[in-house]
């Protein structure tokens, strides 16, 4: 079947070659808010990987993809929505590279991308609530950052591993943190862990001592901090710090950024965390395309944006179509196997083996595996804090 369709795809190729054009996709991150010292790295990812498409030639008759930017804030649904509308129909984007935090991309998928017929691909919103949206979605809901179910496994796996069995829990006020802080209390207490408490705290607060106190009076080994680097989750690790509440942390997804080291640098020596990454080639290759571009590659989720805006387009190569209801059923299909494996820097070649009748294994910066009804199946980076910054410290 995946021979047929490529082959079909080819011919549309050769037959619409004389109708270039410029298509737009949109990309829906939080440039304001609590991870804003994230995206930018984010936005350059998936832009990285549209010049590159550009540049070839090869995609859809010699079309060039321009990059539409956009805000979700990352916490204000009516925003985030409002933004989203205006992608689709002011600027007429033909796919949403995005969003970025997991309730705005529910909000933006129920709203206005199940109404429209456009697909999303998210980098990073990690809710396991929108594995149940993947179920009902019209095939038009993708993301390249594992659930946080499977996150859930790689804290408690960290965590006893490096030999703590009782933990406290700060989970951020929102679908996101509450999903986060569920999984993450389920996985350790069914491998014989403790948790000692499970609370919430709001972003946008000057002081977090109360949150504080009560986390310590609960007790712990070590603070799981499932926040926003640059909001809540940033407040609570001060407060612990100027406390003595706490010393040892750990910091999921939504934490890791290039501020901690900045905010906080040597008081967090002997803290850890991971966030979704991986050591495969692709990695390796787009960390070195990103440092010729400007910009980290390394960096949370950057890797997973330069992929899902490169698996909407070698989707539209494969459907001969920019529209959504045509590319949708095609993701699934570049994005695994069989076919040639693909890594960042090949996107030309990959359009040509589409455009050739061929089969791709899209394997991308970030391992790319598509399971389900289309999610990542997840690897993970885990960092450690040592001399001030941190490092890497292994993978999972």
Do not use: W
Not at 361 to 369: C, L, R, T
């Amino acid at each position: 079947m995946k021979k047929l369709l490529m082959a079909t795809a080819a011919t549309a190729l050769v037959a619409g070659g004389a109708f270039a054009e410029d298509v737009k996709l949109g990309v829906i991150l939080g440039f304001t808010g609590p991870i804003e010292s994230i995206t930018p790295h984010m936005g350059d990812g998936a832009e990285l990987a549209m010049k590159e498409v550009t540049d070839s030639g090869n995609f859809l008759g010699g079309s060039s993809v321009e990059s539409v930017r956009a805000d979700s804030t990352c916490i204000d649904s009516g925003a985030a929505t409002s933004a989203a509308e205006r992608l689709i129909t002011s600027d007429g984007v033909k796919g949403i590279m995005g969003a970025d935090c997991s309730g705005v991309t529910g909000a933006i998928l129920q709203n206005v991308a199940l109404p429209n017929g456009v697909v999303m691909v998210s980098p990073s919103a990690t809710s396991p609530g929108l594995t149940h949206a993947e179920n009902e979605d019209n095939g038009l809901f993708f993301r390249t950052a594992p659930s946080d179910a499977r996150q859930g496994v790689i804290v408690t796996n960290v965590l006893q591993d490096r030999g703590f069995n009782e933990v406290a829990i700060t989970y951020t006020n929102n679908d996101y943190g509450k999903g986060l802080a569920d999984a993450i209390e389920a996985e350790f207490e069914a491998a014989g862990g403790t948790v000692t408490t499970v609370a919430a705290h709001e972003d946008g607060k000057a002081d977090y001592s109360a949150e504080v106190g009560a986390l310590a009076s609960a007790g712990g080994e070590v603070l799981v901090v499932a926040g926003y680097v640059d909001q809540g989750g940033n407040g609570i690790v001060r407060a612990a710090l100027d406390t003595g509440a706490f010393d040892t942390f750990y910091f999921p997804d939504g934490m890791v950024g290039e501020k901690l080291n900045e905010d906080f640098g040597a008081e967090l020596n002997g803290s850890f965390g991971a966030h979704p990454g991986t050591d495969s080639e692709g990695a390796e290759i787009y960390a070195g395309m990103a440092s010729e571009a400007g910009f980290d590659g390394t960096s949370a989720f950057s890797p997973e944006s330069y992929d899902a805006a490169a698996l909407m387009m070698l989707a539209m190569q494969a459907a001969g179509s920019t529209d959504p209801a045509e590319y949708k059923t095609h993701i699934m299909d570049v994005a695994n196997a069989p076919g040639e494996v693909i890594f960042p820097g090949e996107l030309g070649k990959a359009l040509q083996i589409i455009a050739d009748g061929g089969d791709i294994d899209y394997e991308g910066a970030s391992a790319v595996d598509l399971i389900g009804s289309g999610e990542s199946a997840g690897n993970y980076r885990e960092i450690e804090f040592v001399d001030g910054k941190y490092e890497t410290a292994g993978y999972r």
